[in-house]
């Protein structure tokens, strides 16, 4: 199984300042034929389900705000929010989708410092 | 609006048997390839299985043999019938739709609120 680790386990920012999430992948999640990465963010606020924020490593789903992107390739990726708002508290997972079984990173918590 | 309802958890012993529900709505459910998703209390996200729109069926290792994920298309739900069960199956069980408009299963769109699986004695 493709193994995915996220840095840091938990992260406090002020608001308005950026953040920051990285995921790394035990494999290469691009695929070489189509040139896509099979990687997705979600993002997970207390006593909800997961949303999907992003996929193919950098497009955003319907309805994401703009401050919300995906950069990276191969087996490294990240999470960057331009400018933090009280409603991102929350925790944000990483997902390959390269291979089964699909596996998600352990979660970045992110709190307002 | 797409609505996902899981039901059916509850407690259980281990060796026992439960069957969850996923009523799906406001969206053509046979197009879709379904999901479980699981969550260990105070953990993060482990996928359990899937079942494409042409019946397709995949597992994780973890509950392969044990748990059966099906669907009814006239019924619009979706179903994992778990047996065998085990302490570390407890856990909140989502159900999930695979993004059509990336043309992959395991991207996770739309999410139902869970239910809740607590195997023990």
């Known amino acids: 199984d493709i193994v995915m680790t996220q840095s840091p386990d938990s992260l406090a920012v002020s608001l308005g300042e950026r953040a920051t999430i990285n995921c790394k992948s035990s494999q290469n999640v691009l695929y070489s034929s189509n040139n896509k990465n099979y990687f997705a963010w979600y993002q997970q606020k207390p006593g909800q389900p997961p949303k999907l924020l992003i996929y193919w490593a950098s497009t955003r789903e319907s309805g994401v705000p703009d401050r919300f992107s995906g950069s990276g390739s191969g087996a490294d990726f990240t999470l960057t929010i331009s400018s933090l708002q009280a409603e991102d508290v929350a925790i944000y997972y990483c997902q390959q989708y390269y291979t089964s079984p699909p596996t998600f990173g352990q979660g970045t918590k992110l709190e307002i410092k | 609006e797409v609505q996902l309802v899981e039901s059916g958890g509850g407690l259980v012993q281990p060796g026992g048997s439960l069957r969850l529900s996923c009523a799906a709505s406001?969206?053509?459910?046979?197009?879709?390839?379904m999901n479980w998703v699981r969550q260990a209390p105070g953990k993060g996200l482990e996928w359990v299985s899937t079942?494409?729109?042409?019946?397709?069926?995949y597992y994780a290792d973890s509950v392969k043999g044990r748990f059966t994920i099906s669907r009814d298309n006239s019924r619009n739900t979706l179903y994992l019938q778990m047996n065998n069960v085990r302490a570390e199956d407890t856990a909140v069980y989502y159900c999930a739709t695979g993004a059509p408009h990336t043309g992959n299963y395991y991207v996770l769109d739309c999410w139902g609120q869970g239910t809740l699986v607590t195997v023990s004695s």
């Open positions: 079942i494409s729109s042409g019946g397709s069926t």
């Open positions: 406001a969206f053509t459910f046979s197009n879709y390839a």
